[in-house]
């Protein structure tokens, strides 16, 4: 699985919050195997939209996009319960 690099916005959010490392180890598990049962990648509603979700850390949550079936995009990473 080929990751887009992620948008400086991105890489503040995570400094801010010191979650660089996790980022990178689930990032590196997620291009092994993008449905990995500890990414808990998931399909968000509406599904229409094809965003899909996986887990940096029990609080936070990457979004992404397929671009194509092998290449996604990173495009936000929030609070998964704000």
Known sequence: MKV????QEIKNYLKTRNLEKKFEKQINLFKENPFHPGLKTELLE????KIW?????RKFRALFIFHK???VEIIDVNDHYQ
Do not use: A, G, T
């Not at 979700?53 to 850390?57: A, E, L």
């Open 69 to 71: 079936k092998d290449v």
């Open 46 to 49: 509406p599904r229409k939209m």
């Open 53 to 57: 979700s996986f887990r940096i850390d």
């Open 4 to 7: 887009l690099p992620v948008h």
